[in-house]
Structure formats: structure tokens, C-alpha cells
């Protein structure tokens, strides 16, 4: 019985390890990644605790070489999504009235797993299955998820610490009830630490899980499976699906104890989720909690006091890293015409000097897009920007020969609404405007209204009262806004993530207020001398 006000361990940030040539952790990550690649894996769906087989096997290949076999995920049907939806409803009960001690010390055990044993299996296989150099994988699903798992604990004791003031013979107190029903967590690509943590939140507050994974991410999802079951996380409480979005939606939405969806993926996706849980919300027990942080077209704007080495850092990282495939990658930037001269040879000069190829290949920063579609997808805009007369700065090739590769691309365009300006591209491209020194005005008034996606912006300069006023002028631009660096590398515990306008529902990962979605308050009045008279003292009589 818990008759303790406990304390919890304070978070802090996750050490990024480097990896230097000699060091025992890239040893132990060259092991890793020799031992994943020497295993052709089974990737089952995970439901009530048990790992499920079909028939249906779906080949899992290195997004970087497509000879190399990783393993065959096992997708299963409609039937597999009522399966999982039925054992976390029978697991709710029970694990909502575990004491949250014990519920946080599962997630602040796996946090201890992937910090140790874990470490290298987690990063090699986000590396090879989601083609992630070894710092990007780093900070990825080892730091960012450790992350996760310790500071949300920290964040869940902050919401039940807050309680009301009770007066004089009343005792008020608030329980954080976990949302009556099941919470569906659909998980993209391109963040193994986004994977873990949007079923994990939502379960660490006393809520059961059915979490959909991105099919391009299931390699690194199964060790996140088994890290949940070596840290002892009951059966039902997390249910793992590989099943077909529409139909794992046919069901999941038409169900009434459908409580909540934690979603981080396309803003079209997200839209037909909401229109269709609209269209739903007479058959479902309570309103449910809809969270959701989509795309963006993020922006870097360059002043003409900024510094050029600096503007140049937070192009190519801001852009290129992780291939641009992250909803906070830079896929936009204005230039003043004074210092374009200078940026563009240094962006030039910067990115002919680094590699790209394979992930096992550590002096390579660039590896490969995600998959065929997202290739087709990104070259198509890039053959369409030459045809339409935009200058190719840098980059422009690519091949899918061996690997899905394209080269991290620079393009100029002289309409500042061109289409590479206004979608998101998801991928290694990056699309300049240069614009006169003295429109300001004009130009920011452009990057306000050409995307209506505002999740992350930067800006780039030296002048105190320009950065207030740049700040101030693009107030609504981004959820997530960086001052002289890139707009991508939020951390956990210091810049809470997500965006607003069509970039999502601006729920912060990474603090209390995300936490706060997956409960449901219940206020209790106690009072202690009650009351044994109906009558009140303005009801004496006059004397």
C-alpha cells in the first residue's frame, strides 16, 4: 500500500555519446549492427503479451540496400486489431489501479535498459531499418526515448501534485483518471523515440494501448517490444498491430470505447482521422482526445546582420540531416541578396565535402529516403523544378540502383510561392528565395502566408532589435521557434515539441501538457462537519 508522497528520480538529459574511433560504444554499435544483419528477423505483432504469426509476410530491406533482407514483418487483418483492442480493454482495469509508482517505475526501468544494454540494439536497428547515420540514431531512439520515458515521469507527478485549495472543514482533492476506454497510437517513420513514446505516454497515465507502427519503422519497434517486456510492462496494456490503415481504421473508429488517438504523421491523414471521428461521435462513450502533430514547411529566415557561417551550419544541418526527413527539417529559407554570394558558396562548398551511402559507413552524414514513394515523390519535384527553369544550386542527382539516395539539393527559385516552397517535400531539398535587403517587410509578410503549416522556424541575425522584432512579426509562424541556429534538435525537458495551424494540435511533447490529454480529472468534495439543518441564517425572522 502507498502511504509515501513519493519523489521520483530527476530527469536529466541523456549524455550523447560520440563515438570516436577507439571508443567502447562504437565497438559495441559495429557488434550490434554485424549481429542484426547476420539474423534474418521475424517481426510479429505483439497482442495481450504474445507475439503473433501470420501468413501474410511483408520484407523488410535496408532503405540504403536493397539486396540485404532485415526480416518480414506480420501483418495481420481486422480481426488482429479487435484482438488487441479487446486485451487492452481487459487489461484497463487492473493497470488503472496500480498505484502510478509502480506504473512509472516500468518506464523509468526500459529508460535504464535502452541507456545500457539495449543501447547499441536500439541504434543499429534505427540505423538499418530507417537508414539513420550514428549520431542521428544517437539522439534518436537512444537519448530523445530515454528521454521520454524519464521526464514524462517527472511530468506525471507535477500533474497529480496539482490539487485545489480546500477551506475550513472541506477537504477538495482531484484524481487524474485515465480516459474510459482504449487510446489508439499511430506512430510514424521517422523517429524511433516518436514510437516509443506516444503509446508509452499515454499507458505511463493508466491508460491500455493499440499502437499502429509505420511499417518502415517495425524493425526498430521490436526492440522497443522487448524492452517493454524485460521491464516487466503487463500483458494488454500495449498491444502492437501491423495491419493496413484503412482497415485497422474501419474498426478502430467505429468502436465505442474508442477514448483517444496520439498521432504524429501526414496533415491528410490527420484530417480524414478527425472528419471521421466527427462523423463517429454519437456511437462513443465520451468525446474522445484527439492529439496529433502532423507536417511542416519550416522555415530559416536570414537577416542581413546574420553571420554567413553560421547561416550556412543551419542550412545544410537544419536541411539535410536525417536526409530532411523530419517534420522540423528546414525546407525553406530567404536570403537577403547582400549576403547570397557568400551563402551559397559556402552551402556549395560545405556539402561537396561530405559523403553520402550506408549507414555501416561512419564518415557518411547522408544516407538514403525512407522508401521507393517518398524517392519518387522528392526526385519528381526536383525534375519538375528543373523543367520549370528553378536554378539546382547543389545536389540535384540521384539513384535507386542499390539504395533509395538523393543528393542533398539546393534549389533557387525567383517566385517565392513556387510550389518547393509551398509543399512538403519530406525529404533532402531545400528551396531558396533571395530576397532585396530592403523589402523586410514584404518578404516576411510572404513567409507568413505561403504554408499554412507552422511547426518550426529560425531566424538568423545579430541585431538585438531586429531579433525582437522578428520574433515578434513571426509570432505565429512556428510552435517551435530557434534564434541564430537550425529549427530542427527540440529536446526533451527543454524546448517542448509540436506546432500549430495545420502542423497539428500544439500538445507539446515532451511536457506536462501532452500528459495532461490522456487523463480525465474526477474533483471530490469531502466535507467534514456536514451540515444538519436545511435552514440558512438570512431565513431568522425579524424582531
Given at each position: 500500500m502507498n502511504n509515501g508522497l513519493l519523489s521520483v528520480p530527476q530527469p536529466a538529459n541523456e549524455p550523447v555519446k560520440e563515438y570516436r574511433v577507439g571508443s567502447v560504444e562504437r565497438t559495441a554499435l559495429r557488434n550490434a549492427l554485424q549481429a542484426a544483419k547476420a539474423e534474418t528477423r521475424?517481426?510479429?505483432?505483439?497482442?495481450?503479451?504474445?507475439?503473433?504469426?501470420?501468413?501474410?509476410?511483408?520484407?523488410?530491406?535496408?532503405?540504403?540496400e536493397h539486396a540485404h533482407v532485415l526480416g518480414y514483418i506480420n501483418e495481420g487483418?481486422?480481426?488482429?486489431?479487435?484482438?488487441?483492442?479487446?486485451?487492452?480493454?481487459?487489461?484497463?482495469?487492473?493497470?488503472?489501479?496500480?498505484?502510478?509508482?509502480?506504473?512509472?517505475?516500468?518506464?523509468?526501468?526500459a529508460a535504464e535498459l535502452l541507456a545500457g544494454p539495449y543501447r547499441a540494439k536500439i541504434n543499429a536497428a534505427t540505423m538499418l531499418g530507417q537508414s539513420k547515420n550514428v549520431y542521428q540514431a544517437e539522439i534518436d531512439s537512444a537519448c530523445e526515448l530515454i528521454d521520454f520515458l524519464r521526464f514524462n515521469v517527472h511530468y506525471a507527478t507535477e500533474i497529480y501534485k496539482q490539487q485545489p485549495y480546500s477551506p475550513t472543514g472541506v477537504w477538495n482533492r482531484v484524481e487524474y483518471r485515465p480516459l474510459e476506454?482504449?487510446?489508439?497510437?499511430?506512430?510514424?517513420?521517422?523517429?524511433?523515440?516518436?514510437?516509443?513514446?506516444?503509446?508509452?505516454?499515454?499507458?505511463?497515465?493508466?491508460?491500455?494501448?493499440?499502437?499502429?507502427?509505420?511499417?518502415?519503422?517495425?524493425?526498430?519497434?521490436?526492440?522497443?517490444?522487448?524492452?517493454?517486456?524485460?521491464?516487466g510492462l503487463p500483458d494488454g496494456v500495449i498491444n502492437l498491430i501491423y495491419v493496413d490503415g484503412?482497415?485497422?481504421?474501419?474498426?478502430?473508429?467505429?468502436?465505442?470505447?474508442?477514448?483517444?488517438?496520439?498521432?504524429?504523421?501526414?496533415?491528410?491523414?490527420?484530417?480524414?482521422?478527425?472528419?471521421?471521428?466527427?462523423?463517429?461521435i454519437a456511437k462513443y462513450k465520451s468525446y474522445p482526445r484527439i492529439v496529433g502533430e502532423t507536417g511542416g514547411k519550416d522555415f530559416i529566415f536570414v537577416h542581413n546582420t546574420a553571420n554567413v557561417d553560421e547561416a550556412v551550419?543551419?542550412?545544410?544541418?537544419?536541411?539535410?540531416?536525417?536526409?530532411?526527413?523530419?517534420c522540423s527539417a528546414a525546407s525553406r529559407a530567404y536570403i537577403p541578396t547582400s549576403l547570397w554570394a557568400a551563402i551559397r558558396?559556402?552551402?556549395?562548398?560545405?556539402?561537396?565535402?561530405?559523403?553520402?551511402?550506408?549507414?555501416?559507413?561512419?564518415?557518411?552524414?547522408?544516407?538514403?529516403?525512407?522508401?521507393?514513394?517518398?524517392?519518387?515523390?522528392?526526385?519528381?519535384?526536383?525534375?519538375?523544378?528543373?523543367?520549370?527553369?528553378?536554378?539546382?544550386i547543389a545536389g540535384g542527382n540521384y539513384s535507386k540502383e542499390t539504395g533509395y539516395f538523393i543528393e542533398p539539393t539546393v534549389i533557387q527559385v525567383a517566385d517565392p510561392k513556387y510550389r518547393t516552397m509551398c509543399d512538403e517535400l519530406f525529404g533532402p531539398v531545400l528551396t531558396v528565395y533571395v530576397y532585396e535587403d530592403d523589402q523586410l517587410e514584404d518578404t516576411l509578410t510572404i513567409l507568413d502566408q505561403t504554408s499554412p503549416y507552422a511547426l518550426t522556424g529560425a531566424i538568423l541575425a545579430k541585431d538585438r532589435a531586429t531579433i525582437d522584432y522578428l520574433t515578434k512579426r513571426l509570432v505565429n509562424s512556428a510552435g517551435n521557434f530557434y534564434i541564430n541556429d537550425k529549427p530542427t534538435g527540440a529536446v526533451v525537458g527543454q524546448q517542448p515539441?509540436?506546432?500549430?495551424?495545420?502542423?497539428?494540435?500544439?500538445?507539446?511533447?515532451?511536457?506536462?501538457?501532452?500528459?495532461?490529454?490522456?487523463?480525465?480529472?474526477?474533483?471530490?468534495?469531502?466535507?467534514l462537519s456536514s451540515p444538519k439543518s436545511v435552514s440558512y441564517p438570512f431565513m431568522e425572522k425579524d424582531f
Open positions: 521475424e517481426l510479429p505483432m505483439w497482442i495481450n503479451g504474445q507475439s503473433v504469426f501470420t501468413k501474410n509476410k511483408l520484407k523488410v530491406t535496408p532503405p540504403h487483418d481486422k480481426e488482429h486489431v479487435q484482438q488487441a483492442i479487446d486485451a487492452a480493454l481487459s487489461a484497463r482495469a487492473a493497470w488503472g489501479a496500480m498505484s502510478w509508482e509502480h506504473r512509472a517505475s516500468i518506464f523509468l526501468k476506454g482504449f487510446v489508439f497510437a499511430l506512430t510514424p517513420f521517422n523517429f524511433t523515440a516518436i514510437a516509443g513514446n506516444l503509446p508509452t505516454s499515454a499507458a505511463l497515465m493508466g491508460n491500455t494501448v493499440v499502437w499502429k507502427p509505420a511499417y518502415t519503422q517495425a524493425y526498430s519497434a521490436q526492440v522497443i517490444v522487448e524492452v517493454l517486456q524485460e521491464s484503412p482497415e485497422a481504421g474501419e474498426v478502430i473508429f467505429n468502436h465505442p470505447d474508442f477514448a483517444g488517438i496520439h498521432f504524429t504523421g501526414s496533415t491528410s491523414v490527420f484530417q480524414t482521422i478527425w472528419q471521421t471521428i466527427g462523423q463517429n551550419v543551419a542550412m545544410v544541418r537544419g536541411a539535410f540531416e536525417y536526409q530532411g526527413q523530419k558558396a559556402g552551402v556549395q562548398e560545405t556539402l561537396k565535402s561530405q559523403k553520402m551511402g550506408r549507414v555501416e559507413e561512419f564518415e557518411c552524414l547522408f544516407n538514403a529516403v525512407i522508401d521507393e514513394r517518398a524517392f519518387n515523390k522528392i526526385t519528381g519535384y526536383i525534375d519538375q523544378a528543373t523543367k520549370d527553369g528553378a536554378t539546382i515539441f509540436g506546432g500549430a495551424r495545420a502542423s497539428g494540435t500544439n500538445d507539446k511533447a515532451g511536457s506536462s501538457l501532452n500528459l495532461l490529454r490522456w487523463v480525465s480529472m474526477r474533483t471530490i468534495k469531502e466535507t
